[in-house]
């Protein structure tokens, strides 16, 4: 991020703060952010047409958000990074936060060096605060995991559980981490308090097992992975669930 570096060294101290659009505009966004978000074929066609009309980075963020509502990854990051650099030609502090949505497209498309760096730009503005700040910091973690920075991981999501500490899955992801450095302690720590946000959710139960596994408690394991499956017996912590249960006798729950 050696561009965004040089462009932060010539700003002034002190986050900027946002233009304020007109109310007009306010209108057209949230006129066009329901519809991405209610229909997203419809929703992409009215941001193409307002960004050619002139609606500039908030047109861009809105077809981004119409993209990634149809799981369209690629193309949704390239309208949020997108609308990140206009942004910061504006000096208009939203620029971070579309870095950040920019990121988080890129992990879902599986690319974690460019999720990184976008998220590396969301982080240096230094105006991203509060929940927002814990949720960036945690999909850089998942993007440093993914390029073997396990340290680099673990500061991220010591933050993330500071600022974002509501989210399960940050709780999640520390367990994991934890568990795969061998830290069984903080794992059971975690992952309980990822079970007592979410007890509903199966990856929670995938990773109780994993960490149960670990520690020698095949009763638990068993137990853990039976739960994933039958909560949500089609879902993907489920399939690993049934995979992990065949390194015992007992057949995985129906």
């Known amino acids: 991020m050696t561009m965004l570096l040089a462009l932060l060294a010539g700003q002034t101290i002190g986050p900027t703060p946002p233009v304020r659009p007109s109310t007009q505009t306010e209108a057209r966004y949230d006129q066009c952010v329901d519809l991405a978000t209610s229909d997203p074929k419809a929703?992409?066609?009215?941001?193409?047409?307002?960004?050619?009309?002139?609606?500039?980075?908030?047109?861009?963020?809105?077809?981004?958000?119409?993209?990634?509502?149809?799981?369209?990854?690629?193309?949704?990051?390239?309208?949020?990074?997108?609308?990140?650099?206009?942004?910061?030609?504006?000096?208009?502090?939203?620029?971070?936060?579309?870095?950040?949505?920019?990121?988080?497209?890129?992990?879902?498309?599986?690319?974690?060096?460019?999720?990184?760096?976008?998220?590396?730009?969301?982080?240096?503005?230094?105006?991203?605060?509060?929940?927002?700040?814990?949720?960036?910091?945690?999909?850089?973690?998942?993007?440093?995991?993914?390029?073997?920075?396990?340290?680099?991981?673990?500061?991220?999501?010591?933050?993330?559980?500071?600022?974002?500490?509501?989210?399960?899955?940050?709780?999640?992801?520390?367990?994991?981490?934890?568990?795969r450095t061998k830290d069984m302690a903080r794992a059971r720590t975690e992952i309980a308090r990822a079970y007592e946000l979410a007890p509903d959710d199966p990856s929670v139960l995938l990773e109780i097992g994993n960490v149960a596994a670990m520690s020698g408690d095949a009763e638990g394991a068993k137990g853990a992975w039976n739960e994933a499956i039958r909560l949500r017996p089609d879902s993907e912590a489920a399939a690993q669930a049934r995979a992990a249960l065949k390194q015992f006798e007992d057949a995985p729950a129906k």
């Open 43 to 179: 929703g992409e066609a009215d941001a193409t047409r307002w960004r050619i009309d002139g609606g500039g980075y908030f047109a861009r963020q809105c077809l981004g958000i119409a993209h990634a509502n149809q799981r369209r990854w690629a193309a949704a990051a390239e309208e949020f990074t997108a609308a990140a650099n206009e942004a910061e030609v504006a000096h208009d502090s939203r620029a971070a936060h579309y870095w950040a949505q920019a990121g988080n497209a890129r992990l879902a498309q599986g690319d974690a060096a460019r999720a990184r760096s976008a998220l590396d730009a969301a982080l240096a503005a230094g105006t991203l605060v509060g929940l927002q700040r814990g949720e960036a910091s945690f999909d850089r973690a998942r993007a440093l995991v993914l390029l073997g920075d396990l340290d680099g991981a673990r500061a991220d999501l010591d933050r993330a559980q500071q600022l974002a500490a509501a989210d399960p899955l940050v709780w999640l992801a520390s367990a994991t981490l934890a568990r």
